[in-house]
């Protein structure tokens, strides 16, 4: 039998939601590590990601046909059969556990920790403890400390006119980027705010994590500029996007009571990105989606001096020739830099920590 017969509606679309993040989170940590396939563990007894168990296991597993000789017992059959289960719902026979003493994370690529609000916190602390420092950031995803935020950021953003250009699952990169990103210091900046759906987000998900960082927006909140020589071929033109003002975003922001945490700057944003960086001291996270090669690139070259170690670029509309140009120029200019591609049109960049 089912276990979502009798569920609410809106809970079983906020469960398919979390499926979505989990895959994003997992396919970003895979790319960064290089990584096809990631050994994982979980950690906690979280009753959401318990009950949705087998569809978070098919995210991640190898999908290769086992070895009928393979025991079930054996390291390599658990790994194969299903996620290695930590500090679980004791007793559960579906499930079985073993104690967080048992956990060896030398042996996982990828560390989750779900577990209730009340818990998370200390479980995911205890986890961190034993894992190098070094290796925290793509080693240990706190799956419940971003899907009850983003599933509560999203219920409050319903309420109002919130309006984004992102579909569902770019929604979700840009949250998961966003998440993994924090574990470094320094601000958040959006080069292409338009009418602030993406900047409204990040500043709402920041405040339900307790987070006080301050979220730049850039546009020239009258429209996209025209297209410059490398851009070559595009679908975008000056006279587009411009159903924005910088009175309507700060509006919006401040209907979700966002004002102290996004700070607006109007103007090309080869102009004020650069300005503004000048008195950062560091920077956390870049969501750059300017859609043109002028706005890509002198964001680009305003922030990679200022990016944190464990910072994060995010780049839009990626397939753009001017964008892509602009992206290829920044990282062949900064060799430390590593990069790939994190869904339709979503390119990352961050620092080669190997």
């Not at 818990?119 to 009850?148: D, G, T, W, Y």
């Not at 006279?239 to 003002?245: A, D, K, N, W, Y």
């Amino acid at each position: 039998m089912s276990r979502f017969i009798g569920l609410p509606a809106a809970q079983f679309m906020e469960n398919a939601m979390g499926m979505t993040l989990f895959d994003v989170a997992v396919q970003i940590r895979a790319l960064r590590l290089g990584k096809a396939r990631l050994r994982t563990a979980v950690v906690g007894a979280d009753p959401g990601f318990m009950a949705n168990m087998e569809a978070y296991q098919d995210l991640v597993l190898d999908h290769a046909a086992p070895d009928p000789g393979l025991l079930p017992q054996s390291p390599e059959a658990e790994w194969r059969f299903g996620f290695n289960i930590f500090a679980g719902p004791p007793g559960d026979k579906y499930r079985p556990s073993r104690t967080l003493a048992e956990l060896r994370p030398e042996e996982f690529d990828l560390i989750v920790v779900a577990d209730t609000p009340q818990r998370e916190p200390a479980l995911a602390a205890q986890v961190l403890a034993m894992i190098p420092e070094h290796q925290r950031q793509n080693k240990c995803f706190r799956f419940s400390h971003l899907n009850n935020a983003f599933a509560a950021v999203m219920r409050a953003l319903r309420q109002e006119s919130y309006i984004t250009t992102m579909n569902s699952r770019k929604t979700a990169v840009l949250a998961c980027c966003l998440d993994l990103a924090c574990s470094g210091e320094g601000e958040i900046l959006e080069s292409g705010t338009f009418m602030g759906g993406s900047s409204i987000l990040m500043a709402a998900l920041l405040k339900v994590w307790g987070e006080r960082r301050k979220v730049h927006g850039f546009d020239t909140f009258e429209g996209i500029p025209s297209a410059t020589k490398p851009d070559g071929t595009t679908v975008f033109h000056a006279g587009e996007f411009t159903q924005t003002s910088l009175q309507l975003v700060s509006n919006c922001v401040a209907s979700y009571q966002l004002s102290d945490m996004v700070e607006l700057h109007k103007g090309l944003v080869q102009e004020t990105v650069p300005v503004v960086c000048e008195r950062l001291k560091s920077i956390a996270f870049v969501f750059a989606d300017t859609d043109q090669y002028a706005g890509t690139r002198s964001t680009l070259k305003a922030v990679l001096p200022r990016l944190h170690s464990r910072g994060l670029i995010l780049i839009d509309d990626y397939f753009e020739h001017g964008v892509r140009r602009a992206v290829a120029e920044s990282l062949a200019e900064n060799p430390g830099m590593r990069g790939a591609l994190v869904a339709h049109s979503l390119y990352s960049i961050w620092k080669n920590e190997g």
